[in-house]
């Protein structure tokens, strides 16, 4: 059986074109499971717009087959007959669904609805009606990419929505993101960081480590791992089955490990460790297993063999230390046999914050209230990158509106100065390739974020070309968000990630590592390619609102886990250097 991709909703599909003819156990077949179907194609139609009769009858037939009290899958066709409300053309679509788990009229309706905007008609919020004004005008296909939109506040301004609408689409969307079992990285993390003040203040442990793939900061995760040494084991039990974020949860207890579920959905595992075995526990725990297969099969690493730290764990096996977040094994050990590992960069190595919005465009605070927050943060400088005209669902810059822009800009320079507000624009990449305005516009901003944000549904070919026509135009600064994915949500469009790197490199273009932990774009496993081809990265948090430069701290997570350096990043550059850079390449 193939059940169709992408439903939250908690009945069954079968691929109807592999399965015609499949029969399903009608035991299993509820009452409320069929009502459900009903309902899903009275939305469908309300969707498509399709005959309103039509669709009340099926949202009639959901409503008595909900209140039935036999069930109606164990009926015979003349009892069926004889129920109020049911018709002919609904009985046949009954006995079709018993028979095979749908019918004809629901799979012609799913055979035209994107798989993810199925999912958004169960979100808590909008109905079909709403669901098809953000389909159709904000090319919103999925929940995540809803969530993202609210995120950047495009939903206030349609019409039928607003801010308490946008604010209650978010948290449905993040409640029914939290039952999928995968995580972002920014959400697990702030749990992790709750279990280790918690724990640390317990009385009960002498050490205490976040370990696993948090510890390694991978952009997804599924399950929080944290070690622990306590000589206190069952007074600890106990304290974690009273723990707010585990509320009456089970706790099991195995070979050293106790596992539970957070709050209902995340796995956790609390490794238990000696004293003694501490450093080498939080090193086991911490790498990837193909990072110990490595060196296990190539190095002679082996788990009995005990160390003070993890730096002469390393050393004993005569390499340098690899930090946490490059315990992959994907290229940590090539640069190791360098005998020079990179220095990774930090959060305080950056001297700027590129990408951002405004009110200008689709952003929540004006562009004083995000440049004196920035400085206030302690940066040199902001970029400025609203969105472009073509971008009319963001509020996206007429040529006027940017001369607006540009004049307070200069005005608050004035007032902020030493810090500086740099005149940038996130340009839409079109169709063939080319940027959003003439050229007598582009050359008025100091900088230019490229982004592709229409038309994402591309092959490969023509993705990539689409990216290096934008990179070889000379206004071109920096490649957004490269390949448009969100995690979790949305996969990229797929593009050849060597050509575009090569094109980078030849025509002198930053690629952007998008902070937002929806995206994390570009993906850190290209990161290295890109820096043994000279490309600089500009970690950037896209910004929507002044606490969006919080995002700025992921962004460097992805970084260190792509092996980047301060050199390698372009926002590390100093003010007055990053100012030159902008003049130079205007001047070219």
Known sequence: MVFRQGYRLKWRFIDTKKFKNYKLNTDLISNKEISRAFKLAASLMELHDD?????????????????????ISSMSQDEIAQLDGIGKSIQGKIQEYIDRS???????????TPSGIVEMLAIKGIGPKKVRVLWKELGVESPGELLYACNENRLVE??????????????????????????????????????????????????????????????????????????????????????????????????????????????????????????????????SKKHLTILQQEYGWKESTLQKNEYEIYSALNLPFIEPELREGIFEFELAKKKNMPVLVTSEDLKGILHNHTTYSDGEHSLEEMAVYCKELGY??????????????????????????????????????????????????????????????????DFIVASVHSILRMDKDKATQRLITAIENPYTTILGHP??????????????????????????????LNANPYRLDLDWRYLQQAINKNVMISINPDAHRKEGFSDMHFGVCAARKGGLTKEMTFNSMSLEKITKYFSSKKNN
Do not use: W
Not at 164 to 192: C, H, M, P, W
Not at 489 to 512: M, T
């Open 51 to 71: 005959n309103p009769f039509k669709a009340r009858s099926m949202q009639n037939a959901a409503f008595k087959l909900e209140r039935l009290s036999s069930p």
């Open 102 to 112: 749908s019918f004809d009229e629901l799979d012609s309706l799913l055979e035209k």
């Open 158 to 287: 349609l019409k039928g929505f607003g801010t308490k609408t946008q604010d209650l689409i978010r948290k449905s969307i993040e409640f029914k993101q939290s039952n999928s079992g995968k995580y972002l990285y920014a959400i697990v993390e702030s749990i992790a960081l709750q279990f280790e003040k918690d724990i640390n203040q317990s009385g009960l442990i002498s050490q205490f480590s976040i370990t696993g793939s948090v510890r390694r900061k991978c952009e997804i995760i599924e399950e929080l791992e944290l070690l622990v040494c306590t000589s206190e084991k069952n007074k600890f039990i106990e304290y974690l089955k009273e723990h707010p974020l585990l509320g009456e949860a089970t706790i099991e207890e195995a070979d050293n490990q106790l596992k539970a579920i957070v709050a209902g959905q995340l796995a956790l595992t609390i490794h238990l460790s000696s004293e003694e075995n501490y450093v080498n526990n939080l090193f086991k725990t911490t790498g």
């Open 380 to 445: 040199e400088y902001l970029g400025i990158c609203d969105h472009s005209k073509s971008a009319f669902y963001a509020n996206g810059l007429q040529p006027e509106r940017i001369e607006k822009q540009q004049t307070e800009i200069e005005l608050l320079n004035k007032k902020l100065g030493p810090f500086k507000i740099f005149k940038g624009i996130e340009s839409d990449i079109l169709s063939d390739g080319s940027l959003d305005y003439p050229d007598s516009i582009l050359k008025t901003f």
């Open 483 to 512: 390949t448009g994915r969100l995690l979790l949500a949305r996969e990229g469009y797929p593009i050849d990630y060597e050509k575009v790197i090569d094109a980078c490199a030849a025509n002198g273009v930053v690629i952007e």
